[in-house]
């Protein structure tokens, strides 16, 4: 419910400060006095459009700031939660209008847009008046009130999930089969380029170690050659490296003194005969195990060509080839697995289906039987509200389509008739703003106890009428309030005195500026507020006699 409500520089408020309870708490002042200053704030912070008329006088900006209590209103804790803007039992909503027209939107403290603040207002409150956006005229709405009134909320939250789910499905399905002709070619070239590369079969390294040996290969007699003959210079002949490397270590050996360099030069000339031996060595074990095979240079040429060739054809590097075949293979697999997903998918949508419909059905029979009722025991509430004559119709239009539908297998419309022989009409087409408000009134009195909304707020719903309706209309409102809270604006003593609360609106004008105040009243001051609205600006003591009998009853 709503707990507190900040307006700040809006129209001709300076600053009004507001605490709200629970129950029915009225609104009164004189005519002019601002009292919808109050409502228009909260339609801003609920996502209304916003003129920066409204901007008081002299000031920058409008600062609105509306608090509710969330505790129990388990759709608008999941739905701020979703949003990762859930904080505790509580929602703050704030809406900020420049004098330039700019606007900004805040839930909870984080940046929001007007679509946002309007979702989440739609679930905290519920505003009656003369004006169209009250959620009452909106089909969504009018099908929730039945389905509320009919228990049914449970139940068409998981019809919501089923049809979602077949939704989802058929996308899917219409997706595949729709490519199927064209995955069916591709899973044909596929297939061809799968078998071409497991056949041709690359090895990890094997393209780089082909390449090293067709190299080794193809120089081979140059490379025996060349190896043989290093043999011997190094080791072959009366005169070849090692002999002569032995020789010199020897003469620098023989000195028998010998300075730093001739030592350092002795070491350097051991390490070389040292090495060209090791090198001695290992040309000769090269050469031992070499073998000229020509056949073997043919098969390497071969097939290093065809692993070229397969390359160009898929116009890539040839050591890209392996990633290619892991690439093709995934691709034709998915394809392969696409016709098992359509078999699924049909089954699936079967099941769905079948639940869909057998929901859907026990839904739509409740609906009609709580049609009936409701439309019934509206039309004896609005008998009471002086509107004898008006009937309320609500159509349920079966849909043709036959598809499952989030909201099941009808439309739901509210229809009325307000004079003998009229066809019913929507409830936006009334003519009368206070007929619509008297319609809107019943029809919440009767819906209370399975509505959502916590909040409702009634602007002026006692317009046109007087008297014993008019203390009807208190009643209604009053005992609206015992199931939650109620908000009213109204000009009628006998709605004012059935008020749990009462809060009053009064203007002060200056030389240079008008401004309006909110004040809360005691038992005494209601007592004078109700003698005002009975007998005008002089209060006699009859008036307050007949206040206080009105307030005791």
Not at 4 to 33: D, K, P, Y
Not at 155 to 163: D, G, M, N, P, Y
Not at 210 to 234: F, M, P, S, V, Y
Not at 372 to 387: D, F, I, N, P
């Amino acid at each position: 419910m709503l707990t507190h409500l900040s307006v700040n520089n809006f129209a001709i408020a300076s600053q009004l400060e507001m605490e709200f309870q629970r129950g029915m708490t009225v609104i009164t002042g004189e005519t002019g006095a601002g009292k919808s200053i109050m409502l228009d704030a909260l339609g801003l912070a609920l996502g209304d459009r916003a003129d920066p008329n409204v901007v008081r006088h002299g000031s920058e900006r409008a600062d609105i700031n509306a608090c509710f209590d969330i505790g129990a209103i388990k759709e608008a804790k999941r739905w701020l939660q979703e949003r990762e803007l859930l904080d505790g039992e509580e929602c703050f909503l704030r809406r900020v209008i420049t004098k330039e027209g700019r606007s900004r939107a805040f839930i909870n403290g984080s940046p929001a847009t007007l679509q946002d603040l309007k979702a989440i207002g739609g679930m905290l409150i519920d505003i009656h008046n003369q004006h169209a956006h009250q959620s009452l005229l909106s089909k969504e709405q009018q099908r929730r009130l039945l389905d509320d009134y009919a228990g049914l909320t449970h139940q068409t939250e998981e019809l919501k999930v089923i049809a979602k789910q077949h939704q989802q499905a058929q996308q899917r399905l219409t997706t595949l089969e729709t490519n199927r002709s064209e995955q069916s070619a591709r899973a044909q070239l596929l297939g061809y380029q799968v078998d071409e590369l497991d056949s041709l079969n690359v090895q990890e390294s094997e393209l780089h170690d082909l390449e090293q040996e067709q190299k080794q290969l193809a120089h081979g007699e140059q490379i025996l050659q060349n190896c043989q003959h290093t043999i011997a210079l190094c080791s072959e002949g009366e005169l070849n490296v090692i002999s002569i490397l032995n020789q010199a270590v020897r003469s620098l050996s023989s000195i028998p003194v010998k300075t730093q360099a001739l030592t350092e030069a002795e070491q350097l000339l051991n390490s070389a005969l040292i090495q060209t031996e090791e090198a001695s060595h290992e040309l000769q074990h090269h050469v031992d195990g070499f073998e000229l095979d020509p056949e073997r240079l043919q098969y390497v040429d071969e097939r290093l060509s065809t692993i070229y060739e397969v390359a160009r054809k898929h116009h890539i590097k040839p050591e890209q080839l392996t990633e290619l075949h892991q690439q093709l293979q995934q691709e034709l697999t998915s394809i392969s697995g696409s016709n098992e997903e359509i078999d699924q998918l049909k089954q699936q949508l079967q099941t769905l289906d079948k639940d869909y419909r057998q929901q859907a059905e026990v839904i739509s029979k409740k609906r009609k039987t709580a049609a009936k009722k409701l439309q019934k025991q509206v039309e004896q509430q609005l008998q009471q509200l002086a509107m004898a004559n008006c009937q309320l119709t609500i159509l349920l239009t079966a849909k043709t389509d036959n598809i499952p539908h989030q909201n099941g297998n009808e439309d739901v419309a509210f229809l009325v008739s307000t004079n003998p022989g009229q066809a019913p009409q929507p409830l936006a087409k009334i003519a009368s703003g206070g007929e619509l408000s008297r319609i809107s009134l019943a029809i919440q009195v009767i819906t209370a106890k399975t509505s959502a909304i916590p909040t409702m707020v009634f602007d002026e719903v006692d317009v046109g009428i007087g008297g014993a309706v008019a203390e009807v209309v208190g009643n209604l409102l009053q005992e609206l309030g015992e199931q939650g809270q109620v908000l009213c604006v109204t000009h009628q003593a006998q709605v004012a005195s059935k008020g749990h609360h009462h809060l009053y609106v009064s203007k002060t004008a200056s030389k240079n500026s008008v401004s309006t105040q909110l004040k809360k009243l005691n038992d005494d001051n209601k007592v004078e507020e109700i003698a005002r609205m009975l007998g005008g600006i002089a209060i006699t003591d009859q008036s307050l006699a007949h206040a206080k009998a009105m307030l005791a009853h």
